[in-house]
């Protein structure tokens, strides 16, 4: 027996159960897919052979690895299981029989009700071998079924024709309303945001000394807490022993993982996005990359149509609707996605290539509650110019000792935009992302640990393009900074009931990160204002403290900065960070555009609240510089040097 013969046997449909001398076994998908000339025997004996180590349908093996097309390999399963192939396009479904399901049920399970002829519903799918699995239930609702067959992307495609209009609305309006920002819609926060404004006006012009002395005391007890919180962070962390090493999840055990890579106005992306993507070591066979493009976004679709894509890669197309916003393509995008784990990039991101792995490890050895896991982000361009440098150190220092001490403190973890990977259950649950949330990740970090939830930051870098450039930095900022606001405002319409969610710590906690972080921002001018009585200028503080308060105020100015430069250091303290150690005082002078982003931010509360300020990719790009860094990284792995 030959070994294409020996693979034959072990890809049978079902195993024979007449011997043999009687009846010959029946034919496998291998055998009819050579028979019919649709794959080479090479290929087909690697996908065996990938099929048995992996525990995949070998369908879904050929798919991906570009050895049969859809249209060949539908042919094949009609064949096979003697079953009719349905044009759904020419012969478009009955929308009754898709809603009595539910169109996210279909998209889930790669079924679709099409026609009820005779008192029989046909029902067409793209896994004929997996249709006894939903058969039972599928009876329940629709009452006698039989199968026909359809290929996986006109089923896709004819469920978005028929229902289209439904699941854009659902992608706008699937968070609860009393966890989102849509509920405030109406000019509510802008009113409110206007009243305060307009109430600190008149204070200053009727009692200045009163107001300006309880904006200065504000100013310090924020100072205090958000720099406190920063430093109990950071000694939890660098007192911690080292993360152990997740176990290597065995290969048969491999989740799917589909990552999402939302796209806006991006030009001459693919080439650069393919080629960061295909250096993960993750099987193909177990890899969803979505693309997530806008309708209207011609540029995009443009520059995407000009570079073939792998098979592993696919685009969805967001329909138009009353807003643009990352969160509602993201959930939009969802419906289509294949993985259990679900994950998120942005466009100009270039993964560290065993990241995937380590994601499946995680929550392969994880307790349940464990819903999400962020990655670690750096830059691959800090060497631009001062700007880059100061928001790198900025990064090493959030990233590396804020954010895992926050975890290791129990305290709810504020998430970022990209590497981030989700139990899609649970994300689906919580009715994934606020549509109407300008900081969308942020927002799902509240709300993840709201219903309790755990969010841990894993040992895996992610490199990006740093903002090098004063005015995009200044948007982007002013967009994550009004994101905070108004999240702060959607959690605390209920203060009672967000206490008792979070417990006192996790609540206290919120308030230093958002409200004490956004004050300091927009009132850092005041504390500027201090420095200039050294010089013998007048201060309005001179007359309201005495000469020790004043004195005691020198002391916490200079206490806070030192804080902020020790942990800068010790962020950096790794071989690849040193070299912009002698930059961290410089920050002091880099925070300033941050007051400038919150006025901005304010501003847009108050005029714009649900607009998005997109951030500019692309200003920076030198390939070698990024392929040098990249093969350094990967010749020195390390879970904790990552």
């Known amino acids: 027996m030959t070994q294409l013969q020996v693979a034959f046997v072990s890809d049978q449909a079902t195993p024979p159960v007449v011997p043999i001398e009687t009846h010959p076994p029946p034919p496998s998908l291998g055998q009819v897919l050579l028979k019919q000339g649709a794959v080479q025997p090479p290929d087909l004996l ?73 008192g029989v519903t046909l029902v067409a799918t793209a896994r004929p071998e997996e249709f006894a699995r939903v058969a039972e239930r599928l009876s329940a609702l629709l009452g006698p079924c039989r199968m026909v067959l359809a290929a996986p992307s006109a089923l896709d495609a004819a469920i978005f024709a028929c229902r289209r209009t439904a699941l854009i609305r659902r992608a706008e309006t699937c968070v609860a309303p009393h966890e989102s920002c849509r509920s405030l819609a109406g000019g509510r926060v802008s009113r409110a945001a206007l009243g305060v404004l307009v109430a600190l006006a008149i204070g200053l012009w009727l009692a200045p000394p009163i107001v300006y002395a309880a904006l200065f005391g504000w100013t310090i007890l924020t100072l205090i807490a958000t720099v406190g919180l920063k430093l109990i962070s950071w000694l939890a962390e660098m007192r911690a022993q080292a993360r152990p090493a997740p176990p290597r999840v065995p290969v048969a055990k491999l989740p799917t993982i589909s990552v999402m890579v939302p796209l806006f106005h991006e030009t001459d992306i693919a080439p650069r996005l393919i080629a960061r993507l295909e250096r993960l070591d993750y099987p193909r066979e177990r890899l969803d990359i979505v693309l997530v493009v806008e309708e209207a976004d011609r540029m995009t679709q443009a520059a995407l149509t000009q570079t073939p894509l792998p098979h592993w890669m696919r685009i969805v197309s967001v329909p138009e609707g009353p807003i643009k916003t990352k969160p509602r393509a993201l959930n939009y995008a969802l419906t289509l996605c294949r993985g259990s784990i679900i994950g998120v990039y942005d466009a100009e991101d270039m993964p560290d290539p065993a990241q995937l792995r380590l994601v499946a490890a995680h929550f392969a050895v994880a307790d349940p509650k464990l819903a999400c896991l962020q990655g670690m982000l750096d830059y691959y361009n800090p060497r631009t110019n001062w700007l880059s440098r100061c928001f790198t150190i900025e990064y090493a220092a959030w990233f590396r000792a804020m954010l895992p001490g926050l975890g290791r403190l129990g305290l709810v973890i504020p998430l970022g935009g990209t590497t981030l990977f989700f139990r899609r259950e649970i994300l689906e649950e919580l009715g994934g992302w606020d549509a109407h949330n300008v900081t969308e990740d942020a927002d799902l970090g509240l709300r993840l640990a709201r219903h309790g939830y755990r969010t841990e930051v894993i040992p895996t870098v992610t490199h990006e393009e740093a903002n090098c450039r004063a005015l995009p930095w200044i948007r982007q900022r002013s967009r994550w900074l009004k994101g905070y606001a108004m999240t702060w405002a959607v959690h605390m319409r209920n203060p009672v009931r967000f206490w008792r969610e979070l417990g006192a710590k996790r609540f206290i906690g919120i308030q230093i990160l958002m409200l004490g972080g956004l004050s300091q921002y927009l009132l850092a001018p005041l504390l500027w204002s201090f420095w200039l009585m050294p010089f013998g200028i007048w201060h309005p503080v001179e007359a309201l403290m005495s000469p020790a308060m004043i004195r005691a105020l020198f ?21 690849e960070h040193r070299f912009l150690i002698p930059w961290v005082p410089m920050l002091h002078f880099y925070f300033p555009l941050g007051a400038l982003a919150g006025w901005k931010a304010i501003y847009e509360v108050v005029a714009k609240p649900f607009y998005w300020d997109k951030t500019a990719h692309g200003l920076y790009d030198a390939p070698q510089a990024t392929r040098g860094r990249v093969n350094r990284a990967a010749g020195a792995r390390s879970p904790r040097r990552a």
Do not use: M, N, Y
């Not at 099929?51 to 042919?75: C, F, M, N, S, Y």
């Not at 478009?92 to 790669?110: N, S």
């Not at 430069?565 to 962020?571: F, R």
């Open 46 to 118: 690697r996908a065996l052979e990938i099929r048995k180590r992996h525990d995949l349908p070998l369908a879904e093996v050929l798919l991906a690895h570009g050895w049969v097309t859809e249209t060949q390999l539908i042919a094949a399963q009609a064949e096979l299981f003697s079953l009719s192939v349905v044009d759904l396009a020419a012969q478009p479904p009955d929308p009754r029989l898709i809603d009595a399901l539910g169109a996210e049920h279909c998209l889930k399970d790669r079924i679709l009700p099409w026609r009820r002829i005779a």
């Open 555 to 575: 002391v916490t100015f200079t206490v806070t900065e030192v804080i902020h430069i020790v942990v800068g250091i010790w962020a950096l303290r790794r071989r």
